[in-house]
């Protein structure tokens, strides 16, 4: 997808709670097969 940056579960899982993370849901991917993606909105603001 132009323009938006897209992570694995396992990207998402080591980067914790410090960012916003949308579901993408699941894609085949060429390969590596059916993964759990997730689009990377940004970063927590720190109260």
């Not at 132009?2 to 980067?15: C, H, N, T, Y």
């Not at 960012?19 to 990377?40: A, H, P, S, T």
Request: aromatic share 6%; proline share 2%; glycine share 12%.
């Amino acid at each position: 997808v132009p323009g938006r940056i897209q992570v694995s579960e396992v990207v998402k899982d080591a980067l914790g709670d410090r960012f916003i993370l949308e579901e993408r849901g699941i894609v085949d991917i060429k390969g590596k097969g059916k993964m759990k993606l997730y689009y990377l909105e940004g970063e927590k603001k720190l109260a």
